[in-house]
Nanobody, 115 residues
Framework: QVQLVESGGGLVQPGGSLRLSCTAS????????MRWYRQAPGKQRELVAM???????NYADSVKGRFTISRDNAKNTVYLQMNSLKPEDTAVYYC?????????WGQGTQVTVSS
């Protein structure tokens, strides 16, 4: 079955960096676009970044120039490099893929940006 497992979250000071990883299994990873979403307390889940099968990327305006999404098809892994982190980036970050009309989610990884 499809599984998405995120890792790499933690506590970081404003201006710091983190790299999130999401390892996928149960489907042909290279054939699907992958997304990172985040959800802050009391807010709706929002799309942060997307990478297509061919490697094209899109970002939310709030993270453009600071976050970079990438993928390694040999490792079935998608990454989110987050630089210049701000307190408003604090959220649970989720990996996502849409396959055969169904949205699959990981369990999420907490990112906290605080001094």
């Amino acid at each position: 079955q499809v599984q998405l497992v995120e890792s790499g979250g933690g506590l970081v000071q404003p201006g710091g960096s983190l790299r999130l990883s999401c390892t996928a299994s149960g489907f042909t990873f290279s054939s699907y676009a992958m997304r990172w979403y985040r959800q802050a307390p009391g807010k709706q889940r929002e799309l942060v970044a997307m990478i297509t099968q061919g490697g094209s990327t899109n970002y939310a305006d709030s993270v453009k120039g600071r976050f970079t999404i990438s993928r390694d098809n040999a490792k079935n892994t998608v990454y989110l490099q987050m630089n210049s982190l701000k307190p408003e980036d604090t959220a649970v970050y989720y990996c996502n893929t849409l396959r055969l009309g169904y949205n699959y989610w990981g369990q999420g990884t907490q990112v906290t940006v605080s001094s």
